[in-house]
């Protein structure tokens, strides 16, 4: 046997040994990428997930924003219910209060002709 037999055994046997490396490498691959039970799988429901919860935290912002504004709405009308109560609550007083003691009012006398 000559040397470049010997050598073209070598590369035989190594060239059916990756082969059989590469084989082995598709079966795994294969396997991993299953969508029942491998990685494929569980990215395909790890995506539908994300999916539900960006839909969940729409909602919620789009509740959060409807209840704050409804709030403010809320808090308006209050300090407008409030300054009223003010204004009644002062009126009622000004009206029960006596007249000041330092100035007295006189009465007119109309001339009677």
Known sequence: MSMDHLL??????G????GAFCF???RRLRKLNDLESGLGGAIAVMAAEVDRLERAIRAARDEAT?????????I????RERAIWDLRQRIGLAATAP??????LRKRVEAVE
């Open 76 to 79: 308006e009308t209050a300090r």
């Open 24 to 26: 082995s490498l598709m």
């Open 99 to 104: 007249a000041p003691a330092g100035r007295r």
């Open 8 to 13: 073209q055994l070598v590369l035989l046997i």
């Open 15 to 18: 060239g059916l040994g990756l």
């Open 66 to 74: 409807a209840a704050s504004e409804s709030l403010a709405d809320e």
